[in-house]
């Protein structure tokens, strides 16, 4: 469970850093990359958070690996990565889908 809270702790500091970068150093697309990769790696490092305090980590681990493979794509791209990157972005997408879902099958069970 340690694990997950400083793998999560990571991705917050990560989104942090993203996110300064596109409103102060880049701009146009790069900026708008940057953004939208912050904000939903804050938004799944704190729901990883959620989920480890619930007794979740199945769960948190999706957040924190559907955080990663969405934002670092798309930061990648922001700094010159190759576009095609773009097609591996719904693959953390589906990951953040996952772990809400088994967030959700998780709290019926109580």
Do not use: D, K
């Not at 940057?34 to 799944?44: D, N």
């Amino acid at each position: 469970m340690n694990g997950l809270m400083i793998v999560a702790a990571l991705s917050g500091a990560l989104a942090v850093a993203a996110g300064a970068f596109g409103a102060h150093g880049a701009s146009g697309q790069a900026a708008e990359w940057l953004r939208t990769g912050a904000q939903y790696q804050m938004i799944h490092a704190v729901a990883a958070l959620v989920a480890l305090r619930t007794g979740a980590s199945g769960p948190g681990w999706c957040f924190v690996a559907g955080g990663a493979v969405f934002a670092v794509t798309l930061y990648a791209m922001a700094v010159g990565a190759p576009r095609w990157l773009g097609a591996v972005t719904p693959i953390g997408g589906v990951l953040l889908i996952a772990g809400w879902l088994w967030l959700a099958w998780s709290a019926a069970r109580g």
